[in-house]
């Protein structure tokens, strides 16, 4: 499967505890992009990168969360001290650069769950 | 502030009725207004823009600026077209999709 790739696929963590996922993009595609989903609501934009250059973050994008991409490849989401409000899904999306057409290649996501 | 609004969560028709899928949008540039669509176990994914003006699997939607929505509409509804919409909108030169709250269509046999 040649799409974006997430894992894992779901987590279930204790309140406070740090959680990481990775996204893989399409290969070449230089842009990516985080969004979190919360259940009965659409998909809501956290940040964007171009290549390793992060442009853009959300104001949902609190101190606690941080997203990097070192290598202009894959990515991290990074979620530190979780809260009950934090379980959601995390999408991760990528298109390439040279044209913006608003399509967006989505990963399957991952599921996070605060208990 | 960019926002779009689907006001129905759940719509239910026959096979081979009508459908449309209401959505409204708040924005004071040029839109980019697209649909995205969730089959069951599947990946979201664009089903189409209204810069491109074309009938993807029989589905169709025209931006109305004076109204300020873009319903996506099929003649004749199919048991495959089952799934979640979402409408999304984009100003231009942006990056971001903004999404709205989304439509989970069923179709009855």
């Known amino acids: 499967d040649t799409g974006v790739s997430q894992n894992p696929r779901h987590k279930i963590t204790k309140r406070g505890q740090n959680v990481t996922f990775r996204c893989d993009p399409i290969?070449?595609?230089?842009?990516l992009y985080w969004y979190r989903q919360t259940l009965g609501q659409g998909p809501e934009f956290l940040t964007y990168?171009?290549?390793?250059?992060?442009?853009?973050k959300s104001r949902l994008l609190s101190d606690r969360f941080s997203a990097e991409r070192p290598k202009g490849s894959f990515s991290t989401l990074e979620i530190q001290r979780t809260e009950q409000g934090d379980s959601a899904m995390y999408l991760c999306?990528?298109?390439?650069?040279?044209?913006?057409?608003?399509?967006?290649?989505f990963g399957e996501g991952s599921r996070l769950t605060v208990l | 502030a960019q926002r779009v609004t689907q006001p129905e969560k759940l719509l239910s028709v026959f096979k081979g009725a009508p459908v449309e899928l209401k959505c409204n949008y708040s924005?004071?540039?040029?839109?980019?207004l697209f649909w995205y669509v969730q089959y069951s176990r599947q990946r979201l994914q664009l089903l189409l823009r209204?810069?491109s003006r074309e009938s993807i699997k029989g589905f169709t939607a025209d931006l109305n600026k004076g109204e300020t929505s873009f319903h996506l509409k099929k003649p004749f509804a199919q048991e495959e077209d089952s799934a979640m919409y979402y409408c999304?909108?984009?100003?231009?030169?942006?990056?971001?999709?903004?999404f709205g709250q989304g439509t989970r269509l069923t179709i009855n046999p």
């Open positions: 990168f171009q290549n390793e250059a992060q442009l853009e």
């Open positions: 999304a909108l984009s100003s231009q030169g942006a990056q971001k999709l903004v």
């Open positions: 209204h810069i």
């Open positions: 924005y004071s540039g040029s839109p980019e």
């Open positions: 999306a990528s298109r390439p650069g040279q044209m913006n057409t608003g399509e967006l290649f």
């Open positions: 290969s070449e595609h230089n842009r």
